[in-house]
Nanobody, 125 residues
Framework: VQLQASGGGLVQSGGSLRLSCAAS????????MGWFRQTPGKEREFVAA??????????NYADTVKGRFTISRDDAKSTVYLQMNSLKPEDTAVYYC?????????????????WGQGTQVTVSS
């Protein structure tokens, strides 16, 4: 699976951005898709994940983004999105999308086999 993230940029505090991650190479619907973020000197941090459990969509969010970020997926377009609202300076990071061929919505980096290249999000105060 190849992943291409896009949509990052510079936004003021309180603003919004939507990240996209386009996948290619495998059956997209079989994969749990996640977003992580990383700032210099820190470990990669879980943001959100989405997957199918049969016909039921499963979603998981980090507490730090719950209520502000929304993850979604369009399997017809093999794309996962992260809508980020009410952005704060502490959301500044490089955001990575990832894919995992397993069930559930794991919040741990090691569960994901494939990673995109990252897109920079900068929130100014």
């Amino acid at each position: 699976v190849q992943l291409q993230a896009s949509g990052g940029g510079l936004v003021q505090s309180g603003g919004s951005l939507r990240l996209s991650c386009a996948a290619s190479g495998r059956t997209f619907s079989n994969y749990a898709m996640g977003w992580f973020r990383q700032t210099p000197g820190k470990e990669r941090e879980f943001v959100a994940a989405i997957s199918w459990s049969g016909s039921v969509k499963r979603i998981n969010y980090a507490d730090t983004v719950k209520g502000r970020f929304t993850i979604s997926r369009d399997d017809a377009k093999s794309t996962v999105y992260l809508q980020m609202n009410s952005l704060k300076p502490e959301d500044t990071a490089v955001y990575y999308c990832a894919a995992a061929l397993l069930g559930g919505v794991p919040p741990i980096e090691s569960a994901y086999q494939y990673w995109g290249q990252g897109t920079q999000v900068t929130v100014s105060s």
